[in-house]
Structure formats: structure tokens, C-alpha cells
Nanobody, 125 residues
Framework: QVQLVESGGGSVQAGGSLRLSCAAS????????MGWFRQAPGKERERVAA???????YYTDTVKGRFTISRDNAKNTLYLQMNSLKPEDTAMYYC???????????????????WGQGTQVTVSS
């Protein structure tokens, strides 16, 4: 059974930083594609970043240069370092996992089968 538990959300002022963590319980963490999504009130859920087993990374345009996705396979943990935060980054952030290769998944509309419960990020101006 796959479990994903996010932490690290909070409230910050614009320009600040936060680091989200996602602890994963799965035997194949090191080889699986992991990603971060977010959903703001009244908006559709959007993918933010992803990282594959080969350390390849993908970012949505609005966070490129500000967010960094990484993973620690020894700790089965996924991270999202968020710098230069903007009010429009305010959302519930979700960790997700998929067995698809990251490159194929990032280009497809498929939703990952495994999700965490989410952690709230609020950025004030």
C-alpha cells in the first residue's frame, strides 16, 4: 500500500521561502516518478513539478527559476524548495506518484494514482 504524507506548508510573506516534504512509503520509491500538484480555491488542480528515477526534472512555466524539486531516496522523501514566493502561489499542495515514466506523464493528461492529503501554502502580499 502506498502512502504519501506532506508537510512543511505554512504562511509566508511575498518573497519568502518554504520547503515542502513528502514522506513516501513504497518499496520502489527510488525508481518511481514523483510530483507536486497544487490547487487554489476556485481553480483546477495543476501540476507544478516532477522528478523521475533518473533525476530528470520538469517544471511548469510559472515556477521555473523559483522552485526546485528534489528527492532523497535513502529517506524515501520528496522535496519542493519554493523561493521568491508570490501571492499567486497560494494553494493546497499535493504530493503524487505515478508508475509512468516522468517524461511521458508530464506530457499527458493522466492523473497519478497515488496522492497525499495535501499541505496548505499561503503567501501574503
Amino acid at each position: 500500500q502506498v502512502q504519501l504524507v506532506e508537510s512543511g506548508g505554512g504562511s509566508v510573506q511575498a518573497g519568502g521561502s518554504l520547503r515542502l516534504s513528502c514522506a513516501a512509503s513504497m518499496y520502489t520509491f527510488s525508481s518511481i516518478c514523483m510530483g507536486w500538484f497544487r490547487q487554489a480555491p476556485g481553480k483546477e488542480r495543476e501540476r507544478v513539478a516532477a522528478i523521475g528515477g533518473g533525476w530528470e526534472t520538469y517544471y511548469t512555466d510559472t515556477v521555473k527559476g523559483r522552485f526546485t524539486i528534489s528527492r532523497d531516496n535513502a529517506k524515501n522523501t520528496l522535496y519542493l524548495q519554493m523561493n521568491s514566493l508570490k501571492p499567486e502561489d497560494t494553494a493546497m499542495y499535493y504530493c503524487a506518484a505515478t508508475i509512468m515514466t516522468c517524461g511521458n506523464w508530464w506530457r499527458s493528461p493522466s492523473q497519478p494514482p497515488y496522492w497525499g492529503q495535501g499541505t496548505q501554502v499561503t503567501v501574503s502580499s
